[in-house]
């Protein structure tokens, strides 16, 4: 029986292996259309990771009308790019950078964004005043931080991107995306924990 149970189990990975293969030629197929300007590969290609760019922006922006936008243009500009790859995971990282930076800019450019967010917390929930707290908590610790760190938070922490996936987004080694990891958690900690003795 125990015999019969592992065999089942190499064949099911044999399978697993065989459809990834599959699917990522299909991907690699679909992109080289697109080097082609063939309009409904493109078109199927905005489908497949339209959602995934939009929910990049959207963690960063918090609005979904600026989240759209944003994806909208970095799918604009990869259009518009004199070459492309065949390699899916260049084309997606390319595109999560112009997301991560397009919508870094726009956050700037908006002084008053995070007194909005906050605000609008509020007026949802009137009687929230705790969670309000300790959002302005976290944001200030969050102003503490550097820019790079700052950004690894966000991509690691909060999007859930892994450091490999971060580190080609940012364009720094792997081991530079998880020091600044490492240092922005001390921060945090330290940051929150002052605030939340300050408040207390």
């Not at 459809?19 to 063939?38: N, T």
Request: net charge positive; charged share 25%; hydrophobic share 45%.
């Amino acid at each position: 029986m125990p015999a019969t149970v592992a065999a089942c189990g190499v064949q099911q990975r044999a399978v697993t292996r065989r459809r990834h293969a599959s699917g990522y030629d299909a991907l690699c197929d679909l992109l080289r259309r697109c080097a082609d300007k063939d309009r409904a590969a493109w078109n199927d290609f905005v489908v497949r990771f339209k959602n995934e760019i939009y929910q990049l922006a959207y963690r960063f922006l918090g609005d979904e009308q600026d989240a759209e936008d944003v994806a909208i243009e970095a799918f604009v500009r990869l259009w518009q790019r004199p070459w492309w790859t065949a390699n899916p995971r260049v084309i997606k990282a390319w595109l999560e950078t112009v997301a991560f930076n397009l919508s870094a800019d726009l956050q700037r450019s908006n002084a008053r964004w995070q007194e909005q967010r906050l605000s609008e917390v509020a007026l949802r929930q009137p009687d929230c005043a705790e969670a309000v707290l300790a959002a302005e908590m976290v944001h200030w610790a969050l102003s503490r931080l550097n820019t790079d760190q700052r950004r690894a938070v966000i991509l690691c922490m909060i999007h859930g991107l892994g450091s490999h996936d971060a580190a080609l987004i940012m364009g720094r080694p792997r081991g530079t995306i998880r020091r600044w990891l490492s240092e922005a958690r001390i921060i945090l900690a330290r940051e929150l924990r002052n605030a939340y003795r300050a408040g207390g």
